[in-house]
């Protein structure tokens, strides 16, 4: 197997985000791919790219893009089980590490992919280079930003504030219809537990791919026999003392606590 160049994936997005690519490309398939709008970089859970406007094989398609090292990380990172990417259009990857490789999203639709490093406008080592010195980059008209009245300012970043705070409402909203309806088994009250639980894990700063995998591990492992010496566990607890000994986090010993699988 040839071997590549390491790079890190948030390089990758940056080549994806500032197009450092050539205006036609081709996806392993052989279809042609033009990038109208790369979209937008999504900071949170889901695909890298969000509402990409992209000609593929003669077709206009908007939607999602996911970004990653080598094909394979789709299925890695559980992609073709979580519903949130079943709006990828393309599936962009740095090396073609497979003699081929099928995207299947959890709806059972496949993604075209597209090899980036045949389409790179530049060396890899200037693209390194220059994405570096963009990062240090200054906003040229910051000095009108910081002339702006400051009461008109704070409005802005109220409004701001409380649209991103809505925002937050509606995903756990969400995510709490999503957990009643996966398993019927679990009462109302487990459900607030858990969708707590996932909110702590991603306030304390998991990324979302590594978070993905807890909440995988939570729903999989489940404790069955739980005690401390005259006392009982709130269900809040006993949800993380599940996490931390499934995932080998747990710093204290927790007596009476058996889980199975």
Not at 107 to 115: D, Y
Request: glycine residues 6%.
């Amino acid at each position: 197997m040839k071997s590549h160049r390491q790079v890190a994936e948030r390089f990758l997005l940056h080549i994806w985000d500032g197009q450092h690519l050539k205006k036609e490309m081709r996806t392993t398939d052989g279809e042609t791919v033009r990038v109208e709008c790369a979209g937008t970089w999504n900071f949170d859970s889901g695909p890298d790219f969000k509402n990409a406007l992209i000609h593929i094989g003669g077709r206009t398609v908007t939607g999602d893009v996911e970004i990653h090292i080598k094909p394979r990380d789709w299925t890695a990172h559980g992609h073709h089980r979580d519903p949130r990417y079943n709006g990828v259009i393309l599936h962009a990857v740095m090396w073609q590490t497979e003699a081929s490789f099928e995207t299947v999203k959890e709806n059972g639709e496949t993604v075209s992919l597209l090899v980036l490093s045949d389409f790179l406008d530049e060396d890899i080592e200037k693209l390194s280079r220059k994405i570096s010195q963009q990062q240090g980059w200054r906003c040229p008209r910051i000095a009108e930003i910081e002339q702006i009245d400051t009461d008109a300012l704070l409005k802005v970043i109220d409004a701001a504030a409380q649209q991103r705070l809505e925002g937050k409402i509606d995903r756990f909203k969400k995510r709490l219809k999503e957990l009643s309806e996966d398993d019927e088994s679990l009462s109302p009250s487990d459900a607030w537990d858990q969708l707590l639980y996932e909110g702590v894990m991603e306030a304390l700063g998991y990324s979302k791919n590594t978070l993905q995998y807890i909440q995988e591990l939570e729903r999989q492992w489940q404790l069955v026999e739980y005690s401390l010496p005259g006392q009982r566990q709130p269900s809040l607890l006993r949800q993380m003392i599940t996490g931390a000994s499934t995932i080998g986090l747990a710093a204290l010993p927790v007596p009476g606590v058996r889980i199975t699988c």
